[in-house]
Structures are given as C-alpha cells and as structure tokens.
C-alpha cells in the first residue's frame, strides 16, 4: 500500500507541478459551466412561458429532468472524451521517454503497485473534475429546490464513466513514448466505443445489440438518468478491471523493448 | 554475492548476449569492459531484472531475479545509462520518492537523504529542480538514487559518462569508497577507469566475455615483448643498424618520419630495460635525439587486441551487427 500511495503522489505532483492539471480543470470548467448556464437559463425561460400560458401543456418541468439530467447525458461525457486523453496521455508515455521507466521497473515494487498507483493518481484528478461539476448543481439549491437523490447516482455514473476512460487510455499510453500520439489514439478509441451503440440505428440482430451493450453511451443513459443498475455498474467495472489487466499485460511485454 | 549464469539474450535474430558467466564477490568491484554495443547494457539490464533473459540465471544476494524479484531488487541499486530523473522534482523531493518506492522506513528516510546526498557531494542543490541542473549533478543525483536503500550490490552503467575530469575523479573515488561494504559492477568503454577503479574486469565483446581478470594479470597475460619508441634526426638506416646492434634488442621498425626526423618503435626482450643504451648509443654517434619512452602494451592495447581479433574479414559484418545491436539496446 505505501508503494501504490507513493506512486500515486508523485503523479499527482507531475500533474499539478505541470500546467496539465490546471488546464484540464480550466478548460472543463468553463465548458461545463458554459452548458449548465444554457441548460438553466433555457430552464427559466420555458417555465416563465409555460406559467404566461397559464401551466397548460407540460405540468411537471423539473429542474432535475431540464437541467442536471441532460447536463450529464449530453455534454460531461463528450468533454471526458476529450479531456481524459490528457490525463492520460502521460503516465506511461512520460516515463518511457525519460528513461524513469527503468527506475521504477528496477524498484522492488510489483508491476500492480505500480499500475495502481498511477491509476489512483489520475483518479484525484479526474475526482476535482466531479467536484467542479457539483460546484455548479449546488448553485441550483439556493435558488430552487431540486431533488438531491438522483445526483447520488448521476455522480456514480459520471465517476464510472470517466474512470473506465482513465483506465484504458492508461493502456493506450503503454504502448508509445510520444504523449501526442497516445493522446489522439485514447481520443479515436473512446470516441469510437462512445459511438458503437450507433449501430442499432441501421442493423440489428445478435452482432449489433453485442456491439451496443459495448457502448459506453448504453451504459450511462440509466446513471444520467438517476437510477442505479447493477447491470451498468458491472458493466463500467468490468472495463475498469480490464484496462488495468490490459495495462499489466503491456507493461510485462514492455521490458525488453523499451 | 552475484552469479551469473549461461547469460543469453536474443532481440529477434540478432543475438545481444551470448553465453556470458562470471561471479562477483562479496566486496568487489568488478569493471565491465567492452566497446559500445558489445552488450554491456543488456547483461546489466538483465542482472537488476529490467530485461528478462532468454535464457541463463541470475542471482543477487542469493535470490534468483527471475524467481523472487522484490527480494533480490531490495538488494539492488542501479543506476543506468541515462540518469533515471523526474525533471520537474527538486533533488530532495526525488530522493524521497525514490527511498519510498525502495522500502527504505519512513523514519530513516531524512537521514538517508542526507547521508547520500553528503556522499555524492549534491547537498548544495538539494532544493534545486533537476531539470535544471547540469549534467554533471544529474549523473550524481542518479548515483545517490542507487545508493538510497544502502543496497548490497550496485549496478553502474557509464557512471562518469558526462562528468567533467574533477569529477570523474571524485566518482572514482566515491565508488572505491564503496567496495568492502558493497559490491559494485560497473561498466565502460573508457579503459583508465577500470585500472583506476577496479579490482576484476570482465571484457566482453560482440555479447561474448573475452577475458576475465585483473588489470595487472590482463597486461601480464598479453605482454609478450617490451618495446620503446625513439625519435632521432639523423639518416634513417644507419640509425637503426646502430640501434640494432644494442644488446637486448631483437628488432627496429620505422614508425613515422618527417624529413630528417624518424620514429623508430625498438622491440626489446622481456622484462630489459634498454633506454640507457639506446640513448648512449644515439648520442655517441652525434644524432640528435628527441623522444625515448617506453610503450609498454597498456590496458587500450589489450582491450584492442582482445576486441578486434580474428576481425579480418568479417569486420564489416561484425560492425553492422553491433550497430544493430546497439540501436536495439539504446
């Protein structure tokens, strides 16, 4: 445990003595907040003219089904797919490029401890990510009562989520000592398992709902949603638990070539 | 304290170490000699488990590296070729993280620090960013990094590559410091090191050992004749059917001459100093002399002969195999 722990400091200390963090977390929080103002003020807007028509129409616009919900659904996971890549992109690139890999890999530490470390450190970043998010959704209790339950689960989903890319884009970086590449790779790949769910809309049959259980989309409409499924639960775990297997393969097959 | 076993270790088709075996004991520092690409890099690599062999075993302190490689790398400390630094760390928060992952306890880890950084003379930069330092410190810094967890056995690859001469002077003499309580294996291809430094050298070439030895016992081996160059003006022929006559001699060749001025390399019997006759010899014959010194065969001369023998023909090849090699190593 205190190896896991040691490597995971030191990567949270690259990232926060490198710009990547505070970029990250800027460029998130000016998206995010951009979104969460749309999604609001359209939100006001609608319900002034709902109430101007008399409440006829749609009776129950809820702040949580207008606002949070497509919040989650539409836009966080995008900017993940596109922010995640940069967490990433380092945590092995880096060390193949500056020789450091040689240093850990020589170190009486296992190739888990290792993994699990920087695993752990990307998630505190990531974690700062979710934080800034519910930054945003608290502003929406001091001014209007939105119900904090589904949030619990919204906030499972979107950690999930974003844990299962940081997972396997610290496979991809394995694989090349130049974090540009490991960057555009993560980014194609995510995009593309994003995206594969796309397939219900022109085919269907056994090959096309496999490929749309894959999807990481399938998985998160419930979570955006509110509700907790076991099924999605095990499902974002599973891709958690085989980025870091994929990753241990990749590192044992890395000694020798690098 | 190390044994190394049947080492072998193919990139493909092309094979990097090839059956390469020696010990080292308790103590000892032993130089690992051989040019770039000979396979120097690989059998270290192997040895601190970095790299798995092909085929052969290694073990440390007792522990095979294949079998228990968290105990056998408790005992090791390596320092590679090229500094294994995290740039945006200052000396002290890199040493610190380096000791945690190294096991050394929580409670000793200042001390140790300090001790290292003492020992390596990096003390003065110890706040300092290591991006930011020479390469000279940096070498050091990665020198302190391998000597954190006071490790049994140390594995130097190039350790002065990039010092400057006062430098190099210093690491040499941190290294010897350190035989008796640890074991050192180091490796270069820059021969005075390794008669400054070592006790035993092991000479490999093309991923074979070529000789094992002492500096002393290597020169001995090879030294068949002595020999003695002489610089003199005066007419070539006559000076050497004079210095020929010299008791102890058995033969002169010319070297290099310019204009009136030649360089004759004397073959002398074993173990006889001709000098002072030679010198009398020249001057009563009213040449002038210019340069007399011993050419004893030096460690550069045996490394060559052991590295370049039998090249003949198959030099080109040889050649383009360790470039390949190299480039599979670096």
């Not at chain 2, 002038?288 to 039998?310: A, H, N, P």
Request: aromatic content about 8%; hydrophobic content about 45%; charged content about 20%.
């Amino acid at each position: 445990m205190r190896n896991i722990l040691a490597v995971a400091g030191k990567e949270i200390r690259a990232y926060f003595h490198s710009p990547i963090a505070y970029l990250v977390m800027a460029v998130y929080a000016v998206l995010c907040g951009f979104f969460f103002y749309s999604f609001t003020a359209t939100y006001v807007v609608q319900t002034f003219r709902m109430q101007a028509m008399g409440g006829m129409g749609m009776p129950n616009m809820t702040i949580n089904d207008y606002v949070i919900r497509p919040l989650f659904e539409g836009v966080l996971t995008i900017v993940l797919l596109l922010l995640i890549p940069l967490i990433t992109m380092r945590l092995y690139a880096e060390e193949k490029r500056s020789g450091t890999i040689e240093l850990l890999l020589t170190s009486p530490v296992t190739d888990f401890q290792i993994i699990a470390g920087k695993f752990l450190g990307a998630l505190l970043l990531f974690g700062t990510m979710i934080v800034i998010t519910f930054g945003f959704i608290g502003t929406l209790f001091l001014y209007g009562n939105p119900s904090a339950k589904p949030l619990i689960a919204q906030a499972v989903g979107l950690f999930l989520f974003g844990a299962s890319l940081l997972a396997l884009g610290m496979w991809i970086s394995t694989f090349t000592r130049n974090q540009i590449i490991a960057a555009v790779v993560s980014f194609a790949a995510f995009l593309l398992i994003y995206v594969l769910d796309w397939v219900t809309a022109y085919s269907n049959g056994p090959v096309s709902s496999v490929l749309s259980y894959m999807s990481l989309t399938t998985h998160f409409d419930a979570f955006a949603k509110g509700v907790v499924d076991l099924k999605d639960l095990v499902y974002y775990l599973s891709v958690i638990v085989l980025g870091i297997f994929l990753t241990s393969r990749s590192v044992e097959a890395l000694k020798g070539r690098v | 304290m190390i044994q190394v076993e049947n080492l072998t270790k193919r990139y493909g088709p092309t094979l990097a170490v090839s059956d390469v075996s020696f010990e080292v004991q308790k103590g000892e520092i032993l130089g690992f000699l051989g040019p770039n690409g000979a396979g120097k890099t690989t059998t270290m690599r192997i040895i601190t488990g970095f790299l798995p062999p092909s085929s052969g075993r290694v073990r440390v302190a007792g522990y095979d590296i294949a079998d228990e490689p968290i105990a056998a790398k408790k005992c090791l400390g390596y320092l590679p070729e090229n500094p294994p630094v995290y740039t945006d760390m200052t000396v002290n928060e890199y040493l610190a993280f380096v000791g945690r992952i190294k096991s050394v306890p929580r409670g000793e880890l200042k001390k140790r620090i300090g001790e290292v950084s003492e020992k390596c003379s990096i003390a003065d930069v110890q706040h300092r960013q290591i991006g930011k330092l020479s390469k000279g410190y940096r070498q050091r810094v990665g020198l302190a990094q391998a000597l954190i967890h006071n490790p049994d056995v140390l594995i130097l690859d190039e350790p002065t590559a990039g010092l400057d001469p006062k430098q190099i002077i210093e690491t040499r003499e941190l290294i010897k410091s350190l035989a008796g309580q640890h074991t050192v294996i180091l490796s270069t291809h820059i021969l005075p090191e390794v008669s400054k430094t070592c006790q035993r050298v092991v000479v490999i070439n093309k991923g074979t050992v070529v000789a094992v030895g002492a500096p002393e016992e290597l020169t001995a081996r090879l030294q068949g004749y002595g020999s003695v160059l002489v610089t003199v003006e005066g007419p070539a022929p006559e000076i050497m059917s004079k210095l020929q006559a010299v008791p102890g001699v058995n033969l002169v060749e010319p070297v290099e001459a310019m204009g009136a001025r030649v360089t004759l390399e004397v073959h002398t019997e074993k173990n006889r100093d001709v000098r002072a006759d030679l010198a009398r010899a020249i001057v009563e014959s009213g040449w002038g002399l210019f340069e007399l010194k011993t050419s004893g065969m030096s460690l550069e001369d045996i490394f060559l002969k052991l590295t370049t023998r039998d090249l003949g023909e198959e030099a080109a090849h040889a050649e383009a195999a360790a470039s390949a090699k190299a480039e599979v190593v670096n």
